[in-house]
């Protein structure tokens, strides 16, 4: 629909786009309009009844023209009974009336038919302070109430362990169970019976079988849906409230944080405010309690005789510059890495690595510990397009074909998963999902596309679409440097025929050359990854075939990129905009540009090495045998994440300086030498970047828990222990510095990231767009008759942070491994029996748990269990990885 | 011969047989238009003989019928309300169990002119057996190549199928009937779009009323000015009533429309039983406000009794003696809206609860003046405020039982009794009603 | 649908599954439709005859059938009064307490049979044999009093036709 409507609102008169609901033009024209039932993202339903106006048109004679009243106002036709606002589309003309008598006496009828059944619960319950049908009644409802019935009573029920509720209370707008359905894709909520007696329960009244996002509870208007983590905590009025970014994946979601005194009492979304509005995952509603767990460290700690021994911060400052200043004169820059920092602010990664290029003179920088291959920075970002503008998440669910390379976003970006089946519940969005498991997003019931691809043969699977899509035609707007390309990417894919690439993928040749044309074909194409390719082993050449694959079916365009890369963590896109990698300085310079380097040379007052350092990779082999001597690790769990935990072991042992920054006294802080207690991410204020490349504020809602400093205050205070001279106001100070240096970065500040942060882009798209034959690195070995090891993150638990919660892990339930009942029959394993399984470097031994989503021959592990270290097994976990397996009795040991 | 037309050969032994069916004629219309005259021209006879809708609503079928799309490229349904549940309401159930032939042909000739393919019949779920009845007649049908892949013979495919409910007044409503067809809770839904653009699965669809649907293949096989034989200008065609209550004869009666209703009552069903005496007649199920006693002569079609301040609705005649307590009747009318009500709706879900507990207080003689304004102006905060018509059709009653007999609701309050009720009260079901597992 | 189905998160009772004598059943349900999901009345109606109610096992039964959630069809198969959510005796006797039948003598019909049997609305007798409800209008409003039993029609009742019907009803 194009164009705009004049209409007619309690006399004000606003021209709004045609399309628009009455409700919404009413908003529009500053008249308020009470809604319940109507949500901004779900489809106009009409039940509550509450938003009833008159509506008329003006009346029109036989030639068409208006009808005047002798007054000279015109006469209205006004249809013979109130019509909901929020079902009701403007027509040009339109006159609507909210405070006509008519309009005031079915208002005041619905409002009070509402609180006929409704218990006067207020003292008692959560939603007073913040209750819709309190204000709302309060706004537009009488002061007594007529009902002296009985009123009709439930049971209140726990629906599991998170959801509480209080059915008397429930005004039956069915909010909860249209967005658990439409954006949840969960469909756990359900109306039972009818009538007065209807009762929103789950299936059987049983503990809710979904993600327990708590976004029920957050649309509920009234208290009949609460959080029991919340419950009787305290009242809206006792808390100061923060919008801050949720500090867990990359979806950057704006967190409402609730805190009082020095503790978060709960999360809530932001209604209007920021990517995500109302919507938020467990992680990030119920995720918080990590910051005030009892074993947040509380000082700095520095190793003294064989121990861990509290210190002053300015005394451990003191250490660390000396013994790095010691090592760098000894044996040179090159033998200090700087690892970690996807969990930072902007401002501190920005003064992580000016530490380690500006001060010390290193380039062995690299945040990415979790990846096997070594990846250089700007490989991630030509496949997403060389810094070309981004397509939004809000595109995202309107794309009308999306490919999800190898990730299961509901444990990798919850957000983005929910508006993909958002987008194809409501905008007809096709989903084609590429994951040996059947993941949730490929589940039948969303009518997508499940390209089953067998563990290793992801690269044979882009290499046949890219020559699928090739086949079918050529591919538009190529900018001209990547044109001159296409024949060299075309040599290259001749050995690659699309049954190669069937044979090799485990994927039907006509289900690849389907997918391919869909993408082709499509007018709003999008391709979603994460670190099932940028953890692979074969990283490199996956991400080629990425960019690739983005060039030949048009999403990678001259002007736009519709390729997201979902880091795993909140500023994992920031670490790699600020140059947490070796070969990149902040904005993707590369250090080789002796150009492109000067600016930085000058802030920085040193000049910079234009060799590339070591990837993650190449430090933990290098700190193993000893080439590097010194270690940072900026909050990161190395020993966990890094991709062979024998190595990583054998670094920290090694190294001579190990230097941690952490929440808490992690295995790994156990190995260091001094070890920094960092404040958590809503003790400080900086700037966060997510998957959009979308620059958001985070605001500070605590102080600093005591004995904690802001990662920032550390870095600084030992740069300038080692001599720097680095004077900043604050953490904008330091923005105000990105933004002057880092391409894409300009113009841009904190007072411009309000209410929603701006996406960077480059004037001029990174270099790169260049289509090349990808290599094919080997994958590791294992037994042939063993299971695939799969691996990925799942929606409960998300590094050691989530462990220290009260939540997240029972709502994780204890470890497990999971297996097709094909593959348990065989090994003779029932559910709960134990499976041992053995790799290269090490074995683990779990319970088991039948799920035929896990294809035959593989078993799946998720990363984040406790005591779960798969980095044990073999390098590297999870990919390309074979592993014995066997039924474990229950009398052996369960080793390490 | 029990009526002029639907009824005339209804009980004619083994009509439900294909055989006997077609010795009186049937099919022979259905055989000679489907493939042979155009779409178009059955829908303007059936528009010129100005047949409207026997299920309550009376819109005009022909009218409905050319709302079809022409061109679309989604395939049309047809769907025939066989839900029958108004409260006084049983002639559905009469002429399926007895003709479920002529039901056929009139959607064999329907379906021809929507250029529909696909059937459904809609049965309340209380009528498994009218289905079994049914499913008998369709496999007839199907075997003597009325239906099927080239129905008639002719290359127009058409299959019908029933499908059973499982007890919802509310199914009676064309959206929340094809909700309950396409396989969810049986919930209205907004209107627009209306079904005959977006209907079963989002595609054009008809649905009308058993009586409308068999009142089709005669009408086509005699022409419009044929059937105008009988009713009024604005209501032609002959109506069922169902009658019920103390008369001598209750029973589905076929009678011209515009018959007064005092000559349905006295002569047809021979006046009331035991001596009694008529106090008010509700005459078209109970969702229609009653007519006192002194409005029999009303007319039996659309436009009197919209005159009369009532609606000719199902044509649910039931009858109320003057030993019976009004208020005790609303009542149980009341209850039953209360029972139906989806839920998806405040009005109608919170206001039926109301309004039976402030009926239950009046019968239970703990009643307030302030009672019957209060139940009036509940009914006028339901009315037109709902989500569909079923608010209406709980308030409607309750209104005009006011306006009529409120000196039996003031009688209520004052002397904590009802004037007369000759049966006893009904139960308080709560009491009694087990909360469902 | 093509693909394996996720494990559902099970329920109490063992999985069921239809009798071979029901599968003809099922597959003529499920091919009347365009759209699976429309089975979901009927197939719920085949699992009623075959178990006498529809127990949250064969409710996820259904579910699974047709394709739709089992919280779902579990709305659904609640939302109408003519499922069975818990056992019923062998003879499901149905009274209609609405208007017509009312006028007639529906209420002392009712009382009458409380009181023979001994159980109210919604009760099972101790042997099984008879569970008793109130109904709305089962359109049989000219030959009221009315009862259906099970799903035949029982028109024009009272209290001695009722006594000589129950006793047939073993």
Redesign the interface.
């Known amino acids: 629909m194009s164009g705009t409507c004049r209409v007619t609102i309690n006399g004000r008169t606003p021209e709004v786009p045609a399309g628009t609901l009455v409700t919404d033009a009413a908003s529009m024209a500053e008249v308020h309009v009470p809604i319940f039932c109507s949500h901004q993202k779900l489809p106009?339903l009409?039940?509550?009844?509450?938003c009833?106006v008159e509506v008329g048109m003006p009346k029109r004679d036989r030639e068409g023209k208006p009808m005047l009243a002798l007054d000279g106002t015109p006469e209205i036709a006004w249809m013979?009974?109130?019509q909901t606002g929020c079902?009701t589309t403007v027509a040009d003309g339109m006159v609507v009336a909210t405070e006509s008598p008519g309009a005031v006496?079915?208002r005041k009828?619905?409002m009070?038919?509402?609180l006929?059944?409704h218990p006067l619960d207020c003292p008692v319950c959560d939603e007073g302070g913040e209750c819709q049908l309190q204000d709302l009644a309060f706004a537009f409802g009488a002061d007594f109430s007529?009902?002296d019935?009985?009123k009709?009573t439930f049971v209140s029920e726990d629906l599991g362990p998170v959801v509480k509720k209080e059915a008397n209370r429930c005004?039956?707008c069915m909010r909860c169970v249209r967005y658990c359905d439409e954006i949840m894709g969960d469909?756990?909520?359900?109306?039972?019976?009818?009538?007065?007696?209807?009762e929103i329960s789950?299936?059987?009244r049983?503990p809710l079988?979904c993600e327990q996002c708590g976004n029920c509870i957050e649309v509920c208007p009234v208290g009949a849906l609460t959080a029991l983590p919340y419950r009787f905590k305290a009242r809206p009025w006792d808390l100061r409230q923060h919008v801050t970014i949720c500090p867990w994946c990359s979806n950057g979601c704006s967190v409402r944080l609730g805190v009082r005194g020095t503790e978060i009492l709960r999360a809530r979304g932001t209604e209007q405010r920021g990517i995500n509005r109302e919507y938020l995952c467990v992680r990030g509603r119920f995720g918080y309690e990590f910051v005030s767990h009892g074993e947040r460290l509380s000082g700095a700690l520095v190793r003294s005789g064989g121990s861990l021994e509290p210190a002053g911060f300015e005394e451990a400052v003191a250490v660390v510059a000396a013994r790095l200043g010691d090592i760098a004169a000894k044996h040179g820059a090159e033998s200090v890495a700087f690892l970690g920092g996807e969990k930072l602010y902007l401002e501190e990664q920005y003064l992580f690595q000016k530490l380690a290029r500006g001060v010390l003179g290193t380039n062995h920088v690299d945040a990415r510990t979790r990846f096997t291959a070594p990846v250089p920075g700007t490989a991630l970002l030509a496949a997403t397009g060389g810094g070309r503008p981004l397509l939004t998440f809000e595109e995202l669910e309107h794309a009308d074909e999306a490919l999800v390379l190898f990730e299961d976003l509901q444990g990798e970006s919850p957000f983005a998963q929910a508006g993909l089946i958002r987008g194809q519940h409501q905008f007809g969005l096709h989903l084609t999902v590429a994951h040996a498991r059947?993941v949730k997003l490929?589940?039948?019931?969303f009518r997508g596309d499940?390209l089953?691809v067998k563990p290793g043969g992801e690269l044979a699977l882009l290499h046949g679409l890219t020559r699928a899509a090739l086949e079918a035609g050529d591919p538009p707007g190529l900018p001209p440097a990547t044109a001159t390309t296409l024949p060299s990417l075309r040599t290259a894919l001749a050995a690659w025929d699309v049954e190669r690439a069937a044979r090799e993928s485990g994927v039907a040749a006509d289900a690849i050359r389907a997918a391919a044309e869909r993408l082709r074909a499509a007018q709003r194409p999008a391709i979603v990854f994460g670190r099932g390719i940028a953890e692979h082993p074969q990283a490199k050449a996956l991400l080629q075939a990425v960019e690739n694959l983005g060039w030949v079916t048009g999403a990678l365009n001259a002007e736009r990129s519709r390729v997201l890369y979902m880091g795993p963590h909140h500023n994992s896109q920031g670490a790699l905009d600020m140059g947490l990698s070796p070969d990149v300085l902040p904005g993707y310079v590369p250090v080789g540009d002796a150009g492109a380097r000067k600016p930085f040379e000058q802030q920085w007052g040193k000049s910079l090495s234009a060799t590339p350092g070591m990837t993650a990779p190449e430090i933990l082999a290098a700190a193993a045998d000893g080439r590097i001597r010194a270690l940072w690790i900026a909050g990161d769990h190395w020993l966990r994440s890094a991709p062979d935990r024998a190595l990583a072991e054998k670094a920290l042992e090694r190294a001579e300086l190990v230097i941690v920054n952490d929440l808490f006294l992690t295995e790994t802080a156990r190995h260091a030498h001094v070890v920094f207690a960092a404040a958590a991410f809503a003790e400080k204020e900086g700037t966060s970047v997510n998957a959009e490349r979308r620059i958001q504020r985070a605001a500070r809602a605590l102080s600093k828990h005591r004995g904690t400093r802001t990662d920032m205050e550390i870095f600084v205070a030992v740069a300038r222990a080692l001599g720097a001279t680095w004077s900043y106001r604050g953490a904008e100070d330091v923005y105000r510095e990105i933004a002057r240096l880092a391409p894409g970065f300009a113009g841009t500040s904190w007072a411009t990231m309000l209410p929603l942060g701006p996406q960077w882009a480059r004037e001029t798209p990174a270099a790169g767009g260049a289509l090349a034959a990808a290599d094919d690195a080997k994958l590791a070995a294992g037994p042939t008759d063993g299971l695939w090891l799969l691996s990925g993150g799942t929606l409960f638990l998300q590094g050691s942070l989530s462990h220290r919660t009260e939540l997240l892990p029972r709502l994780a339930k204890p470890a497990r491994a999971f297996l097709s009942r094909g593959d348990a029959q065989r090994l003779a394993l029932g559910e709960g029996d134990s499976i041992e399984l053995t790799g290269p470097a090490g074995r683990t031994r779990l319970p088991v748990a039948?799920?035929?989503?896990v294809p035959p021959g593989c078993v799946f592990v998720p990363y984040a269990f406790p005591g779960v270290e798969l980095n044990r097994l073999g390098a590297p976990a999870g990919a390309g990885l074979r592993v014995a397996a066997r039924k474990a009795s229950q009398a052996e040991r369960v080793e390490a | 011969m029990r009526g002029p037309l639907l009824f005339s050969d209804i009980d004619t032994p083994g009509l439900t047989s294909i055989e006997t069916y077609r010795k009186g004629g049937g099919y022979a219309t259905a055989s000679s238009v489907v493939g042979t005259k155009p779409p178009d021209e059955v829908i303007e006879i059936v528009k010129a003989s100005g047949l409207r809708g026997r299920g309550g609503a009376g819109f005009p079928a022909g009218l409905k019928w050319s709302f079809v799309p022409k061109k679309t490229s989604k395939p049309k349904y047809l769907v025939c309300n066989a839900d029958e549940s108004e409260p006084g309401t049983f002639k559905d159930r009469e002429l399926m169990e007895k003709n479920p032939h002529l039901l056929i042909e009139g959607m064999i000739l329907t379906a021809w002119a929507i250029q529909a393919n696909t059937g459904y019949i809609y049965l309340r779920g209380e009528f498994d057996y009218i289905q079994h009845i049914l499913d008998q007649a369709l496999a007839e049908a199907r075997a003597a190549g009325l239906l099927g892949a080239a129905a008639g013979g002719k290359g127009f495919a058409l299959e019908i199928h029933t499908h059973l409910g499982a007890g919802?007044y509310?199914c009676g409503e064309e959206t929340a009937l094809l909700s309950s067809l396409e396989g969810y809770?049986g919930q209205p839904r907004?209107k627009p779009p209306f079904p005959a653009v977006e209907g079963l699965y989002a595609c054009p669809t008809v649905v009308n009323n058993v009586e409308t649907l068999m009142n089709v293949p005669h009408i086509v096989k005699n022409g419009a000015a044929w059937f105008r034989q009988w009713g009024t200008e604005k209501s032609p065609g002959t109506k069922i009533l169902s009658v019920s209550g103390p008369v001598k004869r209750p029973g589905n009666y076929e009678v011209p429309m515009g018959l007064p209703l005092s000559t349905l009552l006295n002569e047809h069903c021979g006046g009331m039983r035991d001596g009694m005496k008529v106090k008010a007649v509700i005459p078209g199920g109970s969702s229609v406000p009653l007519l006192p006693a002194s409005m029999l002569g009303t007319g039996l079609d659309f436009e009197s009794m919209v005159a009369a301040g009532t609606l000719l609705g199902s044509g649910g005649v039931i009858v109320i003696d003057e030993q019976t307590c009004i208020v005790d009747a609303l009542w149980n009318i009341t209850r039953f809206y209360?029972?139906?009500?989806?839920?998806?709706?405040?009005?109608c879900?919170?206001?039926?609860?109301?309004m039976s507990?402030?009926f239950a207080?009046l019968e239970r003689g703990e009643g307030r003046e302030?009672d019957i304004d209060?139940l009036y102006d509940v009914s006028?905060?339901?009315l037109?405020?709902?989500?569909c018509a079923l608010g209406d059709a709980a308030a409607m009653p309750v209104m005009g039982a006011i306006k009529h007999f409120r000196d039996e609701f003031e009688f209520h309050v004052r002397e904590r009794r009802c004037m007369v009720n000759r049966r006893a009260p009904g139960l308080t079901e709560r009491q009694t009603e087990a909360v469902?597992a | 649908?093509?693909?394996?189905?996720?494990?559902?998160?099970g329920?109490d009772g063992p999985a069921l599954d239809w009798p071979a004598a029901r599968r003809a059943e099922v597959d003529d349900a499920l091919a009347r439709y365009p759209v699976r999901r429309s089975a979901i009345l009927p197939v719920l109606w085949i699992a009623q005859r075959e178990w006498g109610w529809l127990s949250?096992e064969a409710?996820?039964l259904a579910a699974r059938t047709v394709?739709l959630?089992?919280?779902?069809v579990?709305?659904i198969a609640?939302?109408y009064t003519m499922f069975n959510l818990k056992p019923v005796g062998r003879h499901h006797l149905q009274v209609c307490r609405t208007l017509s039948c009312s006028l007639m003598g529906a209420d002392r019909l009712f009382q009458h049979l409380e009181q023979k049997l001994g159980v109210g609305h919604g009760g099972t007798t101790p042997d099984g044999r008879f569970t008793l409800r109130r109904v709305e209008c089962l359109a049989a409003c000219g030959g009221g009093p009315c009862m259906q039993v099970g799903l035949d029609y029982h028109e024009n009742l009272d209290e001695a036709k009722v006594d000589a019907l129950l006793e047939t009803l073993k």
């Not at chain 1, 490929?442 to 019931?445: E, G, I, L, T």
């Not at chain 2, 879900?349 to 109301?354: F, L």
């Not at chain 3, 959630?69 to 779902?72: A, H, I, L, M």
Request: charge should be positive; hydrophobic fraction near 35%; aromatic fraction near 8%.
């Open positions: 106009p009409g039940a509550c009844r509450i009833v013979p009974k109130p079902t006496k079915a009828g619905v009070e038919f509402l006929v059944n007529r009902m019935e009985a009709r005004i039956v469909d756990a909520l359900t109306a039972h019976q009818r009538g007065f007696r209807t789950s299936f059987d049983q079988d059947r490929a589940r039948p019931k499940w089953g039948l799920d035929d989503t | 919802a509310i809770r907004l209360e029972h139906e009500s989806c839920g998806k709706c405040t009005p879900r919170e206001g039926t609860y109301w507990e402030v207080r302030s209060l006028d905060n339901i037109g405020k709902s989500f469902p | 649908m093509s693909g394996p189905v996720p494990v559902s998160i329920r949250p409710m996820a394709g959630p089992e919280p779902e579990f709305g609640t939302f």
